[in-house]
T-cell receptor, first 113, second 114 residues
Framework: DGGITQSPKYLFRKEGQNVTLSCEQNLNHDAMYWYRQDPGQGLRLIYYSQIVNDFQKGDIAEGYSVSREKKESFPLTVTSAQKNPTAFYLC????????????FGPGTRLTVT | AQSVAQPEDQVNVAEGNPLTVKCTYSVSGNPYLFWYVQYPNRGLQFLLKYITGDNLVKGSYGFEAEFNKSQTSFHLKKPSALVSDSALYFCAVRSDNYGQNFVFGPGTRLSVLP
């Protein structure tokens, strides 16, 4: 099956710890994205990558970091500097940065206490 | 700046009745417009898009949307609602200007009552 996988589905961490969320796609898409979803706020863009070894900050990049060492993988690290990390995180991909619709993974719900 | 508004947090409709989920937008340049649906604890699924051409676009699961440039709207419609259509719906826009990102609306929760 082609698609985007995110793991784990649920993640619990203590405050002050860094945590890495996985995102893998086998759609051969060049562009990948990370969004954060909070109730009533829609999706907000954290980071995006148009090509391997390149990525750009989105609207709310502070406290997050990413890497894009392989075309199919775009992991997101939520650092201890992120002030309010508890949220639902969605990874997406598209054929290219200028191609139209995005395909989303099932999401990871992160809870930090 | 780009923005999307979905004026209704919640829409309730009886099964078999037509449904409308509203979306208005603001972009510089020409808009690319999208609708996505999200079921509980899941990612978003693409429903339909308007890029150019016919103002009425048809998408998955019997949904359609009409692009209205003068009213800057892109309302989602379905002639006959199903209980299984109950979900969270997101409108998204992107300008055709180079370098712009997608902007998503806050979402509208649709409840179809049997």
């Amino acid at each position: 099956d082609g698609g985007i996988t995110q793991s784990p589905k649920y993640l619990f961490r203590k405050e002050g710890q860094n945590v890495t969320l996985s995102c893998e796609q086998n759609l051969n898409h060049d562009a990948m994205y990370w969004y954060r979803q909070d109730p009533g706020q829609g999706l907000r863009l954290i980071y995006y990558s148009q090509i391997v070894n390149d990525f750009q900050k989105g609207d709310i990049a502070e406290g997050y970091s990413v890497s894009r060492e392989k075309k199919e993988s775009f992991p997101l690290t939520v650092t201890s500097a992120q002030k309010n990390p508890t949220a639902f995180y969605l990874c997406a991909s598209s054929r290219s940065r200028d191609t139209y619709e995005q395909y989303f993974g099932p999401g990871t719900r992160l809870t930090v206490t | 700046a780009q923005s999307v508004a979905q004026p209704e947090d919640q829409v309730n409709v009886a099964e078999g009745n037509p449904l409308t989920v509203k979306c208005t937008y603001s972009v510089s340049g020409n808009p690319y417009l999208f609708w996505y649906v999200q079921y509980p604890n899941r990612g978003l699924q693409f429903l339909l898009k308007y890029i150019t051409g016919d103002n009425l676009v048809k998408g998955s699961y019997g949904f359609e949307a009409e692009f209205n440039k003068s009213q800057t709207s892109f309302h989602l419609k379905k002639p006959s609602a199903l209980v299984s259509d109950s979900a969270l719906y997101f409108c998204a826009v992107r300008s055709d200007n180079y370098g712009q990102n997608f902007v998503f609306g806050p979402g509208t929760r649709l409840s179809v009552l049997p």
